[in-house]
């Protein structure tokens, strides 16, 4: 040390000055990268003491990861060939507890401009990385949102058009199969069909995930929904997991959102598939039950919806919560906590329930409780006896295959491609008992804007609408009941029963 008392007094009070400071970890390195000084902002930011830190290598600070892949090394070389090295990035405390630290490493030289060592200044900013991360996080949530309004507005208006085009194959094909006893002919109608329900279940699914619509229920076969869902269930599993099923034919009808349906069971399969470390099953299974008030105070029939994995199992504490919205178990990242959330809802909302069972290390299962509907027995398809149909229906192709699927059923019908052409048919007919009219449609009067005009002249007369176009949907707090595109024979068939 010189014997120049200014020096002296200069270098205490630089080490009274640095060893006050608490918020910034400042020490010295030799050019070999060992620690060679020590202020109380280190000690309080990384835990090391200075007497059991002064001669270890600062490599001790960096992460496994980080030191295998020559990190630290990489410091000192840049910093001593170019004058500085800065870097943000995770480092270690004493107790093996990572932070987020914003670092600078400074080549020192002497009054000769000989390097003698390394200046070290570390922040932690865990605080505010954690900030930017829930503020990136927000901005991903924001422009994600964005992406599905945009997509939404693009598929609701494409929505329409190919609803009509699979209506129009799906009821063709109805007929069709309804004319003939040739097997050949009907196991190609079948294919047909299948691949029309295939095409209108995705517009369902873009529908329900860019619009995130209120319910819109319709009454469904629960064993034919959940057959044509195992295919997209299959599309959400690794080929390491085993998808098997157990849905009986004879499970009585229930009334729900049969988008809402799938993306329920897309929901839960997810999670079951994340629960899985490597190879196992997942079961969907279906039974028809009644429940007394043993669960949820549910009473009366219902269809029991399951889905098994062959995972790690929740623990009571996190089965209690898993309900919750937002609450996820998930890293970082990889859930939104919202999957069982709009599970739950829709259970709720269709007038059921859900149970969680599980234990840790065998797996889980969630069960939705749908009710049952018994108000329609026998023969879906009833011929009903000289009733009067006011069909309105722009698409040439598609009113003439309706037509038909009425007249089939029994129906007496009158058809108008436009609002006009029915108030027209209206003043011409002597007598009518069902308006069922698309929502969409040129010439400035939509289809709930006719039934209107119609209700006041007739007040009474039963209405039955449809629309493959989601945003008529969210518009309007429609008072009439609504039959979603792509429709079946069948569909149809139920909801003219219900009207009349």
Request: proline share 2%; glycine share 10%; aromatic share 6%.
């Given at each position: 040390m010189s014997d120049n008392p200014a020096f002296q007094l200069s270098s205490e009070n630089y080490e009274v000055l640095v060893n006050a400071v608490v918020d910034y970890a400042i020490y010295m390195l030799d050019l070999n990268g060992h620690v060679i000084s020590w202020n109380v902002g280190a000690e309080r930011i990384k835990g090391y003491s200075r007497e059991e830190i002064l001669g270890q290598h600062f490599a001790c600070f960096f992460t496994e990861e980080d030191r295998l892949g020559g990190k630290p090394d990489d410091a000192l070389n840049i910093a001593k060939n170019g004058g500085r090295f800065q870097d943000e990035g995770w480092r270690l405390r004493k107790?093996?507890?990572?932070?987020?630290?914003?670092?600078?490493?400074?080549?020192?030289?002497?009054?000769?401009?000989?390097?003698i060592g390394l200046a070290k200044i570390t922040r932690d900013i865990t605080e505010r990385h954690e900030a930017q991360q829930r503020l990136t996080e927000a901005r991903e949530q924001l422009l994600?949102?964005?992406?599905?309004?945009?997509?939404?507005?693009?598929?609701?208006?494409?929505?329409?058009?190919?609803?009509?085009?699979?209506?129009i194959i799906r009821g063709a094909a109805d007929l069709g199969s309804r004319q003939t006893a040739?097997?050949?002919?009907?196991?190609?109608?079948e294919a047909i069909r299948n691949a029309a329900d295939h095409g209108g279940s995705i517009t369902r699914q873009l529908l329900a995930f860019a619009r995130r619509e209120p319910l819109r229920t319709q009454i469904i076969d629960p064993s034919e929904t959940l057959r044509s869902t195992l295919q997209?269930?299959?599309?959400?599993?690794?080929?390491?997991?085993?998808?098997?099923?157990?849905?009986?034919?004879?499970?009585?009808?229930?009334e729900v959102d049969p988008s809402q349906l799938e993306l329920s069971l897309l929901n839960l399969a997810v999670n079951a598939r994340d629960a899985i470390?490597?190879?196992?099953?997942?079961?969907?299974?279906?039974?028809?039950c009644e429940l007394q008030e043993e669960f949820d105070g549910l009473r009366g029939r219902f269809v029991a919806i399951g889905l098994s994995d062959s995972g790690c199992g929740i623990s009571p504490e996190v089965a209690q919560r898993v309900f919750e919205p937002f609450f996820t178990t998930k890293q970082f990242g990889q859930g939104t906590g919202l999957g069982l959330s709009q599970v739950y809802g829709?259970?709720?909302?269709?007038?059921?329930?859900?149970?969680?069972?599980?234990?840790p290390g065998r797996g889980t299962t969630v069960t939705l409780y749908l009710p049952a509907r018994t108000q329609y027995g026998g023969e879906n398809t009833a011929r009903p006896a000289a009733k009067h149909v006011l069909l309105v229906e722009d698409d040439v192709n598609l009113a003439q295959v309706c037509k038909d699927m009425l007249e089939m059923m029994g129906f007496q019908v009158t058809l108008a491609h436009n609002a006009t052409a029915a108030m027209q048919s209206l003043n011409q007919l002597t007598h009518v008992d069902l308006l069922f009219s698309d929502i969409r449609m040129p010439g400035g009067t939509n289809g709930l804007e006719l039934a209107n005009r119609i209700r006041q002249r007739l007040p009474e007369l039963p209405v039955l609408l449809t629309t493959g176009f989601s945003e008529a949907q969210r518009r309007e707090a429609l008072i009439y009941p609504l039959l979603n595109k792509p429709y079946t024979y069948e569909s149809l068939s139920r909801a003219l029963q219900e009207l009349l």
């Open positions: 107790d093996g507890t990572r932070f987020w630290a914003l670092t600078v490493l400074e080549a020192i030289y002497d009054k000769q401009g000989t390097l994600q949102s964005q992406k599905l309004e945009a997509l939404g507005q693009l598929t609701g208006g494409l929505a329409h058009d190919f609803n009509n085009l699979l209506t040739d097997e050949n002919l009907l196991r190609q109608f997209l269930l299959k599309q959400s599993l690794r080929s390491d997991l085993q998808l098997t099923s157990d849905i009986p034919s004879d499970l009585p009808s229930i470390a490597g190879a196992g099953t997942i079961h969907l299974s279906a039974v028809s829709f259970a709720k909302q269709s007038g059921g329930g859900v149970r969680l069972q599980s234990e």
